[in-house]
């Protein structure tokens, strides 16, 4: 019977580098999510198309700041107050005021309504 038990602890065990903080983490943030989602909750991932979508903004001006007509010198007030300050601070309070540190964001689990009804 042990035997037969083996295999599929093998098949889910995760190796991660125990002197790397963020390896563990990365594996116990993906173990975590893995047990969520087998539970039945979709994860809600519009928080981070907002984070991805504001990144491509910071890309954007980037690259406006980066081609702009003016030289370095002259262009440094553009791109200090369009992307290191307004955009980043942004992105930042996102992060901070309402991710949380959260692993996951899900939708409430579905509730089949027809089985309150005798």
């Not at 580098?17 to 975590?32: G, P, Q, R």
């Not at 990144?55 to 081609?67: D, E, K, M, N, Y």
């Amino acid at each position: 019977m042990e035997k037969n038990s083996e295999p599929t602890a093998n098949k889910n065990q995760k190796k991660a580098n125990l002197l790397d903080h963020h390896s563990i983490k990365h594996i116990l943030d993906e173990s975590v999510s893995e047990i969520v989602a087998s539970r039945g909750y979709a994860e809600d991932v519009r928080m981070s198309n907002v984070r991805l979508l504001l990144g491509t903004v910071i890309i954007a001006v980037a690259l406006v700041a980066q081609f702009y007509k003016k030289k370095f010198p002259e262009n440094r007030d553009f791109l200090i107050g369009c992307i290191y300050i307004v955009l980043n601070v942004v992105l930042q309070l996102i992060i901070f005021v309402k991710e949380k540190n959260a692993i996951l964001f899900t939708y409430p689990p579905q509730v089949n309504l027809s089985s309150f009804w005798y």
